[in-house]
């Protein structure tokens, strides 16, 4: 019995000390950016989602930008996500790239914002620097980003949240 409870002892230890170390590993990496004018694409990983990636598990719905906004997008997209706890890292006229850290370990995460005003959608992307699954707190943190932008835009244009304007581009 003893020995089990010290092998258990020793098991938690390295375990804690292995998220430790990916912890402070995923501090010294950066987001990918832009790749030939577009998101990078998930690895093939669980822990990533991309409006600019179609496949069925790290897809996520871009939003749609509202036909003549009667608000200005960029600086409410900063906002939001300072409101959500992230840290603008880069941004530049159609890309912003924040960074989130999870309070137990502090893994960094990425989330970046690609403004296509072509076809007036703004893609997400929300990623795991390291490791392989999440738990799905990058789509979570995506939907929860999406969620409170269309609040603060529609409060902003005076629209109730449910009946934003769409361009019907997807």
Known sequence: MKTALITLA???????ALFLILGVMS?????PGLIDGRLSQCPDKPNCVCSEQKTASHYIEPLVIPEN??????PALKNTIQ???GHIEIE??????A???????????DLEIRIDSMQKVIHIRSASRVGHSDMGVNRKRAELFKDLYIQR???????SPGRMPE???H
């Open 10 to 16: 020793i098991i938690i230890v390295a375990v804690a």
């Open 92 to 97: 530049s006229d159609n890309y912003i790239a």
């Open 153 to 159: 835009v529609s409060e902003q244009a005076g629209v």
């Open 27 to 31: 501090k010294s990496g950066k987001a």
């Open 167 to 169: 361009s019907g581009a």
């Open 83 to 85: 409101e959500m706890g």
């Open 99 to 109: 960074t989130f850290s999870s309070a137990l370990f502090g893994f960094i995460d």
């Open 69 to 74: 906004p009667t608000f200005d997008i960029f």
